[in-house]
């Protein structure tokens, strides 16, 4: 398999690049270009009404050229003003169907309790674009409560190809059977036990060994201000990290990549063959850092852009051997599925220092809180399937929705 590299990336904190484009406008204030940058800059700040006015000034100013339809949209839903979402949607759609607006129409829909319209929208965006997994997660986690798995597998046999084997699609038809009764079927999609598979990691020769190697990891991970979100006290996961900061990065990168690549060749000995997508012809390694203390947990998701993830374990604090705080927590869903307890059960898998764990992206899993105050350092990674070099994905008029942000498809 040809792995792709990102290449490298400079992530500017939302509120700085909204800084930076402010200043911008400041200096150049009749520049539609330069204002419509600030708007999608106060979008990222969640910052909704004023970025709507921009939009908004820029459609009266400029309305044969103006593109931004989905994101006006967007911001019209934020604030509660659907109904006008909607004319937007219209009236961004007389140009041609995008991907994107419909998206964004079905956002205004479900926002006005109109579920049918909202499923049709969805559908067509996904017509359009197979690169939407956040829309199709939206579909499914809908009926996902549901004490009835039928509509949640009808909706499963209903999507396009490109997305009835996904990550996504896969872990809902394997919990709409597990609430049919039909067992056997669910077991095949998951299995806690034979779907895993787990390395340990031994640094090349230069490293001081395991404990040096990790502490190197760890500075660096621990060294970079962590991006301020609303998530609970105990948790901070950054995403998007390059795994080519120095050398100790780019021995893991190489171990990580080599284990996963192994993990594919034996699909065929854990029964995986029958139920994943075809092995991508090229990938990219999509990764994390997360830190937990204390009631820090992830909570209950699945990797949804993923083909296969992993979890490599810098720091663990450590507990006595049968006690389950801080292991890695694989298969329950109830939480998601609205009180279901899969019929594949539940495993903990107690973590160490220089542990590589590997698994299908379908599989939900959790973190068991350590209740310590010490840190518990990992770096979750996806191989993430990409199109072949030369191969163009279909274009969409350009969502104000980052691709590669797994925060906004929730991991």
């Known amino acids: 398999m040809r792995w792709i590299s990102s290449g490298p990336s400079i992530i500017l904190p939302p509120m700085t690049g909204l800084a930076l484009a402010r200043a911008a406008e400041q200096a150049r204030p009749n520049d539609m270009a330069v204002r419509l940058r600030l708007a999608d800059a106060l979008m990222k700040c969640d910052q909704f009404g004023e970025a709507g006015d921009i939009y908004a000034a820029a ?39 995008a ?91 998951v299995d806690i036990h034979q779907h895993v598979s787990i390395a340990h990691f031994e640094p090349p020769a ?10 190197e990891i760890a500075k660096e991970i621990l060294n970079d201000p962590p991006t301020p979100t609303k998530r609970k006290e105990g948790v901070n996961i950054e995403y998007d990290q390059e795994m080519d900061r ?12 080599g284990q996963i690549e192994a ?37 209950q998701h699945i990797h949804k852009r993923g083909y296969v993830s992993s979890v490599y374990y810098v720091s663990v604090p450590e507990t006595d051997p049968g006690d389950i705080r801080g292991s890695l927590l694989l298969g329950p869903c ?8 899969a019929c594949w059960g539940a495993r903990h898998i107690k973590p160490q220092p ?8 379908h599989h939900f899993h959790d973190v068991v809180p350590t209740r ?21 994905a279909r274009a969409t008029t350009g969502s104000s929705r980052s691709p590669r942000n797994p925060e906004l498809t929730r991991r």
Not at 160 to 178: F, K, Q
Not at 210 to 215: P, S
Not at 266 to 294: I, S, W
Request: net charge negative; hydrophobic share 45%; with cysteine.
């Open 263 to 299: 993990y594919l060749d034996r699909f065929d000995e854990t029964g995986l063959d029958q139920v994943m997508p075809p092995r991508p012809e090229a990938g990219m390694l999509l990764c994390a850092n997360t830190v937990l203390r204390g009631d820090g947990a992830n909570g």
């Open 59 to 97: 459609l009266r100013e400029s309305p044969r050229e103006f593109s931004a339809w989905a994101k006006l949209a967007q911001c019209l839903t934020r604030l509660g003003r659907a109904d006008e979402a909607l004319a937007i949607c219209l009236q961004g759609q007389t140009a041609g169907p």
């Open 99 to 189: 991907a994107d607006i419909y998206s964004e129409q079905a956002e205004a829909f479900a926002q006005l309790g109109r579920r049918a319209e909202a499923r049709t929208a969805r559908l067509a965006a996904l017509a359009l674009d197979d690169d939407l997994p956040a829309v199709v997660f939206r579909m499914l986690m809908a009926l996902a409560r549901k004490a009835d798995g039928g509509p949640l597998l009808a909706l499963c046999d209903e999507l396009p190809v490109a997305y009835g084997r996904g990550a996504v699609a896969l872990a809902h038809r394997a919990l709409a059977l597990s609430k049919l009764g039909r067992t056997e079927d669910a077991r095949q999609l």
């Open 246 to 257: 120095n050398v100790a990065f780019l021995a893991l990168r190489e171990f990580v990549t």
């Open 354 to 361: 220089g542990m590589l764990v590997i698994f299908p992206s």
């Open 206 to 215: 230069g490293f001081g060994g395991l404990e040096a190697f990790n502490a």
């Open 372 to 392: 310590s105050q010490e840190v518990r350092i990992s770096i979750p990674a996806d191989l993430v399937p990409c199109k072949p070099p030369g191969v163009q």
């Open 334 to 341: 109830d939480r998601y599925s609205g009180g279901h307890v």
